[in-house]
């Protein structure tokens, strides 16, 4: 254990690579990303541009292997690269999260060789975009309880059912989704396939007026009759939920890295104004009651990012990281809405307008609370965690 520890601490001190990672993709945030956060935010436009770039800089396959037209680095690139881009936009960070984590890396993970051979290089290219179809208009945090049904027909399954709020929606190439094979078995019944934008019988609802991330494409993907090629299942039949779970387990990393970065964002837009805004013949950040304000955003956001290094070094070592993955994402959703209500508060009237970033911070925090399993959930799961743990000690 002292050696798992020890590797862990050390990994906490970035490489150089991972230094020049962090500046590389803060430059090209600042840059490409930052003015146009604001407009997009306003007229709901999805910026695929952005995706292009991405993945013109090789970012869209970032961890997926080198053989695979990835580029081989590890998660704690990963999150480093989510955190930069949701510093300036949180609806380009979570267009990108959800392509590597929840659809590109599973289908890598657990596909065929000819799965890989299919998808996984295209992916990585960003030739196509993914997205993962899990939650239903009825069912949310409770999967097993799916609606969405895969009738076996031989060499194929018939796809019935309606997937709901789903990240890059309508925008994306390909689906990774979760559907009953056997519903008497609950979920070990549930199985994992690929389902293509184009095949027949996809379509998909409106798209859904959001409180923030409003640039994001979330909308119903609906499957009527869709007919997929039994090649196109991950795993085998019956692994669906556990693959689900499992990529659950590493996208909340990514979610972590959100967060965190929409509570960077906030701490620097509120720190940089107090620094310049006057009262009473003063600079506001010489009062000590704010000093304490910025002091505690910051300390938390080094904890924030402690916690999310730890999840994403633990998952490159291939070490379970279930209840640590939950932890940083608790964590760090709950910082993002903290630390973005602290700026506006720090900003006064300024932050409740439009003029400033701190009210588009705080709507698109909210949302890193909810989805990849919202905060209540993640308790339940750090809780039978810990009771596991003091149970295997007894």
């Known amino acids: 254990m002292a050696k798992v520890l020890e590797k862990q601490i050390q990994t906490f001190k970035l490489t150089e690579d991972e230094k020049l990672l962090r500046k590389t993709i803060r430059e090209v945030s600042e840059e490409n990303f930052k003015e146009k956060a604001r407009e997009i935010d306003k007229s709901h436009r999805f910026?695929?541009?952005?995706?292009?770039?991405?993945?013109s800089l090789g970012i869209?396959?970032?961890?997926?292997p080198e053989e695979y037209g990835g580029g081989g680095m590890n998660y704690i690139s990963y999150a480093i690269v989510i955190e930069e881009i949701a510093r300036v936009c949180a609806a380009t960070s979570v267009m990108l999260a959800v392509h590597l984590s929840l659809s590109s890396i599973p289908i890598y993970k657990f596909g065929?060789?000819?799965?890989?051979?299919?998808?996984v290089r295209k992916l990585a290219k960003g030739e196509l975009m993914g997205a993962f179809c899990l939650s239903e208009p009825g069912n949310g945090s409770d999967a097993a309880a799916m609606l969405t049904r895969a009738d076996d027909k031989g060499d194929h399954c018939i796809l019935n059912g309606t997937k709901a709020w789903i990240t890059n929606g309508s925008q994306a190439d390909l689906y990774l989704v979760i559907a009953q094979t056997n519903p008497e078995l609950k979920h070990k019944g549930v199985t994992a396939f690929i389902v293509e934008k184009?095949?027949?019988?996809v379509s998909f609802g409106k798209l859904e007026d959001k409180l923030g991330i409003r640039a994001s494409a979330t909308c119903q993907v609906i499957l009527d009759n869709v007919q997929v090629p039994k090649e196109n299942i991950l795993g085998n039949v019956g692994d669906g939920f556990k693959i689900a779970m499992m990529t659950l387990d590493s996208g909340r990393i990514g979610?972590?890295?959100?967060?965190l970065g929409i509570a960077q964002a906030s701490y620097d837009l509120a720190s940089s104004y107090a620094k310049t805004r006057e009262a009473f013949g003063k600079k506001i950040i010489t009062?000590?009651?704010?000093?304490?304000?910025?002091?505690?955003?910051?300390?938390?956001i080094e904890a924030g990012r402690l916690l999310t290094y730890q999840a994403a070094n633990m998952y490159d070592?291939?070490?379970?990281?279930?209840?640590?993955?939950?932890?940083?994402?608790?964590?760090?959703?709950?910082l993002a809405t903290k630390a973005s209500n602290k700026a506006i508060q720090i900003l006064g009237g300024y932050g409740y307008t439009t003029e400033y970033d701190a009210e588009r911070f705080y709507r698109d925090a909210k949302i890193t609370e909810i989805y990849e399993g919202t905060s209540e959930i993640h308790r339940i799961v750090i809780a039978q965690n810990i009771i596991k743990e003091l149970g295997d000690r007894t």
């Open 255 to 259: 979610i972590a890295a959100q967060g």
């Open 60 to 64: 869209t396959g970032l961890t997926l």
């Open 287 to 300: 009062f000590q009651a704010l000093q304490f304000m910025l002091v505690e955003i910051a300390t938390e």
């Open 47 to 55: 910026p695929r541009e952005n995706f292009d770039l991405l993945a």
């Open 198 to 201: 184009n095949m027949s019988g």
């Open 112 to 119: 065929s060789q000819f799965i890989r051979d299919k998808y």
């Open 317 to 334: 070592q291939g070490l379970k990281f279930t209840r640590q993955s939950a932890e940083a994402k608790l964590f760090c959703s709950e």
